[in-house]
């Protein structure tokens, strides 16, 4: 385990700490009678530590990224179609009733 999957577990420690802190300042508030207007300051400032956290440890846990390019060597597609403009792939609309009478009602 890596620095990376230790800091996505403190950013999701902080954010689910940030929840409940935020629920913990609304049920303060309905016992004192007052109208919720926002999470305080530190929790906004928890959850954006957070958020930052969660994404550092998004790019940083993957470690290499692979190429896209579709002419790179490390590509593992062996070849495409000559032909790009008809292809077919299957999907789950062959499992939907087709009738060419049918119209949407307007």
Same mark, same amino acid.
């Given at each position: 385990?890596?620095?990376?999957?230790?800091?996505?577990?403190?950013?999701?420690?902080?954010?689910?700490?940030?929840?409940?802190?935020?629920?913990?300042?609304?049920?303060?508030?309905?016992?004192?009678?007052?109208?919720?207007?926002?999470?305080?300051?530190?929790?906004?400032?928890? *959850?954006? *530590?957070?958020?930052?956290?969660?994404?550092?440890?998004? *790019?940083?846990?993957?470690?290499?990224?692979?190429?896209?390019?579709?002419?790179?060597?490390?590509?593992?597609?062996?070849?495409?179609?000559?032909?790009?403009?008809?292809?077919?792939?299957?999907?789950?609309?062959?499992?939907?009733?087709?009738?060419?009478?049918?119209? *949407?009602?307007?």
């Amino acid at each position: 385990m890596g620095i990376g999957v230790f800091v996505g577990v403190l950013g999701g420690l902080l954010l689910a700490h940030a929840a409940y802190s935020t629920v913990q300042y609304r049920g303060m508030l309905k016992i004192m009678e007052e109208e919720f207007s926002g999470p305080p300051p530190n929790v906004i400032i928890e *959850l954006l *530590l957070g958020l930052a956290l969660c994404a550092i440890a998004g *790019l940083a846990v993957p470690e290499k990224f692979h190429s896209i390019l579709p002419y790179s060597e490390e590509n593992r597609v062996v070849s495409l179609p000559a032909n790009l403009d008809f292809m077919i792939f299957n999907h789950r609309g062959r499992a939907l009733p087709f009738d060419p009478e049918l119209k *949407l009602k307007t």
